[in-house]
């Protein structure tokens, strides 16, 4: 079943003021997660991504916070912008066991970004 | 540039037919993934292939088929078993190690005529 959840499905906010997007997982295993971005007929496109030995990590205008104590994922957008309207998805990883390989991604389900002018 | 290319970008296909998506990478990348996306839905893994010539059904694989013939080629057959094959069809890629991002492409809208 799904691990990976997030609290809001649309999220609207003016431009220039910062957007909190939020994700909660449920599998205390997993020990990397990414953030995506995905425009309208388009692929997602990687944002940022972290590893559960750390709390935090920053981007250009964006900064991903990790708590494990709680299972929560936040993604954080600096000044948002028109060209920031799109659905954000959390990505949970968890490798294989056997062999460390890849065996894809667990997402949400998507929170909708949409910029008040 | 570097990256992942599917075509078409739009299919539509007739009741009993197969049709064959394609999803090509140049990032010498060893895993491809195919996902599909329904509409407000997160994606969901329908397989996955590791190396050339051997690939894994994910949690949605029933009505679907794949072969892994090169390294950069990934394709994916929905066959006339998937009986509610309209969605969004999404190819990813990435390097065989753990904690590495899956890159992806623009994805095959597929549709019933």
């Known amino acids: 079943g799904e691990s990976v959840g997030l609290h809001l499905p649309t999220l609207s906010v003016q431009e220039g003021d910062n957007s909190i997007i939020n994700c909660a997982y449920s599998?205390?295993?997993?020990?990397?997660f990414i953030w995506y971005k995905q425009e309208s007929g388009k692929g997602p496109q990687f944002i940022i991504d972290?590893?559960?030995?750390?709390d935090k990590r920053q981007g250009q205008r964006v900064t991903v916070l990790l708590n494990k104590t709680v299972k929560h994922l936040s993604l954080q957008i600096a000044a948002t912008q028109p060209g920031d309207s799109a659905v954000y998805f959390c990505?949970?990883?968890?490798?294989?066991?056997?062999?460390?390989?890849?065996?894809?991604?667990?997402f949400g389900k998507g929170t909708h970004l949409i910029i008040q002018p | 540039d570097g990256g992942i290319t599917q075509s078409p970008k739009y299919l539509f296909r007739k009741e009993g037919q197969n049709v064959t998506l394609s999803c090509e990478q140049n990032?010498?990348?060893?895993?491809m993934y195919w996902y599909r996306q329904d509409p407000g839905q997160g994606l969901r893994l329908i397989y996955y292939?590791?190396?050339?010539?051997?690939?894994q059904k994910g949690d949605i694989a029933e009505g679907y088929s794949v072969s892994r013939e090169k390294k950069e080629s990934f394709p994916l057959t929905v066959t006339s078993a998937q009986k509610n094959p309209t969605a969004f069809y999404l190819c990813?890629?990435?390097?065989?190690?753990?904690?590495?991002?899956?890159?992806f492409g623009d994805g095959t809208r597929l549709s019933i005529l």
């Open positions: 990813a890629s990435s390097i065989i190690s753990a904690n590495q991002p899956q890159h």
């Open positions: 599998n205390s295993a997993s020990d990397y």
């Open positions: 972290i590893r559960s030995n750390m």
């Open positions: 990505a949970e990883f968890r490798a294989f066991l056997s062999g460390g390989g890849a065996d894809g991604l667990t």
């Open positions: 990032l010498n990348h060893d895993a």
């Open positions: 292939s590791q190396i050339v010539n051997d690939f």
